[in-house]
């Protein structure tokens, strides 16, 4: 299937990225939020990354301007998809949020388009459930920041079609993204490995076993990590790194219950570099 135009739904970080990277890749792209403020700061994150892209000398003005052509930005989800090939939600990891606009997208999007979820962890079947073309959803995992990311996971539901995984994983070669595929589980592959990595950096520090900088320094020197743990969990949002948590913990029980420490962070709104204060301050 020829995909001509991608619809995003959400604009924070991982959605104004995922539109911005499809425009900068030629896709004409629909952006939706729930409100004009939320769709006003997405389209400003998604203008910031073009200014970026000029400042750095990877795209010129003319190109800058074609990238911006491209996205159109709307508060009203049945206008953003009603003419998109594939639909990719971004919205935060809760899942009763997903089903609400799986439902809402099965009902607006085109017979033919797929409905991909960017879900860090949560079930592709349990989203798909809700939907009378559960052969069309499909988790399509990008990773934060969207341009320097190279991997996609495409995680299969257990009614996902070989043509929708096919689909997905050419968009995402068109991306110039790298993939993997697995079955639909708990934190699918990066997650699963990397969820119990991040707790027990927390319950190092929890424990008063080492500081937080000294963690960090023995993981990046240590195993050639890019960057520590710590502040790894803070780039990708404590709230994030719970609820990922937490869905691992439901899957498989106790040894991925989260620390109390992340726990009392998210609680006090201590959230990472989005809120400038998580294990580390910015």
């Not at 200014?51 to 049945?78: D, H, R, Y």
């Not at 639909?184 to 699963?192: A, E, K, L, M, Q």
């Not at 937490?246 to 899957?251: A, F, I, M, S, V």
């Not at 989260?258 to 726990?263: A, D």
Request: net charge positive; glycine share 8%; proline share 4%.
């Amino acid at each position: 299937m020829e995909i001509n135009k991608i619809a995003v739904i959400g604009a924070g970080a991982m959605g104004s990225g995922i539109a911005y990277w499809s425009s900068f890749n030629g896709f004409n792209v629909s952006v939706t939020e729930q409100n004009d403020e939320l769709l006003k700061r997405g389209m400003q994150k998604i203008k910031d990354n073009v200014i970026t892209g000029v400042n750095k000398g990877k795209i010129t003005p003319k190109q800058a301007e074609e990238i911006m052509a491209k996205i159109k930005g709307t508060v009203n989800l049945a206008e953003a998809v009603k003419d998109a090939d594939i639909v990719i939600e971004a919205v935060f990891e809760n899942m009763d949020l997903k089903k609400e606009i799986f439902r809402k997208l099965d009902a607006s999007a085109p017979k033919h388009a797929v409905l991909a979820t960017n879900t860090s962890a949560l079930g592709i079947t349990e989203i798909a459930s809700v939907t009378k073309r559960p052969e069309k959803v499909v988790g399509m995992h990008f990773f934060n920041p969207v341009p320097a990311m190279k991997l996609v996971e495409i995680v299969r539901g257990n009614k996902t079609s070989d043509e929708t995984v096919k689909i997905v994983d050419d968009l995402a070669h068109a991306l110039k993204k790298e993939t993997v595929t697995c079955r639909d589980s708990p934190g699918f592959i990066v997650n699963r490995i990397l969820g119990p990595i991040l707790n027990e950096a927390v319950l190092l520090l929890q424990e008063g076993i080492a500081s937080r900088e000294d963690i960090d320094k023995a993981m990046t020197l240590g195993t050639n990590f890019p960057m520590g743990p710590l502040r790894l969990a803070d780039f990708v949002g404590l709230d994030v790194a719970l609820e990922v948590s937490r869905t691992l913990e439901k899957g498989f029980g106790e040894k991925f219950k989260p620390p109390s420490l992340l726990v009392e962070k998210v609680k006090r709104g201590e959230l990472g570099i989005k809120t400038r204060k998580g294990f580390y301050e910015y």
